[in-house]
């Protein structure tokens, strides 16, 4: 029986796309609006089609439909494919956390991520990380602009997979940056953060994680770490 639920955060926790995966968005407003993007956004920890969304009100472009905008970022990725599996990385300690983790009956491991569902498929596909997950019961960006609702949508999901449901306490969010621990917060699970991406420990443990890790290199450290009860003392910030 599964009694944990682990959420991965993609881009900055489980692999380094570099520069090509921020390059996706520009593309894509080029493509949908027929306008080059002269301004840039912050993407970190964002839904992809709330970028998007922040891309279009700075141009000035009127919302595009959703399935478009989804079918555009899609295509943009697919497009960069052969180049991001040789310029991105899988970050270190990821594959033996992940094989270890997948090794323990009463885990279930997903993603919550920014990226859309086709998006969060193809990147973990081209790294070798899909087979570890269950990306059925993940959360992605086309099931919500804002990241801080895609927890419930998560244990949705895996309640109606494994049968049962996955209590706040039995649900795990592991991220790298401070939107990542604020949407696991809102969602009531436990975080656990990773300051391999843009972050710093101390700005993760100001966010509020439950935990925070170097990076993902000791394995045993990052069982102990989602295992871990969540302090009796957490604010409810």
């Not at 912050?42 to 922040?54: F, H, K, L, V, W």
């Not at 917060?185 to 439950?210: I, K, N, P, T, W």
Request: proline share 4%.
């Amino acid at each position: 029986m599964k009694r944990l639920l682990l959420l991965w955060d993609i881009d900055g926790t489980l692999i380094d796309g570099g520069h090509l995966c921020a390059a996706v968005y520009p593309r894509a407003f080029e493509r949908l609006t027929g306008r080059p993007a002269l301004h840039r956004v912050a993407t970190a920890g964002r839904t992809e089609p709330d970028i998007m969304a922040e891309l279009f009100a700075r141009h000035g472009v009127s919302e595009v439909e959703p399935d478009l905008v989804t079918a555009e970022l899609t295509s943009q990725l697919h497009g960069l494919a052969t180049e991001l599996r040789t310029v991105g990385r899988v970050l270190p300690g990821v594959v033996e956390t992940l094989r270890a983790l997948g090794a323990e009956r009463e885990v279930a491991q997903s993603v919550l991520t920014g990226n859309v569902r086709a998006n969060a498929a193809l990147k973990l596909g081209l790294f070798g990380l899909a087979e570890f997950m269950d990306l059925a019961v993940g959360a992605y960006g086309d099931d919500a602009h804002e990241r801080a609702v895609l927890v419930p949508v998560a244990r949705r999901r895996a309640a109606a997979a494994y049968g049962h449901g996955f209590e706040a306490a039995a649900t795990v969010l592991i991220g790298d940056t401070p939107r990542d621990v604020q949407a696991g917060r809102a969602g009531g699970a436990r975080v656990v953060a990773v300051a391999s991406g843009a972050s710093s420990a101390a700005e993760l443990r100001a966010a509020g994680a439950d935990a925070v890790l170097a990076d993902l290199r000791d394995t045993a450290a990052v069982l102990r770490a989602v295992r871990a009860p969540r302090p009796a003392a957490r604010g409810s910030g």
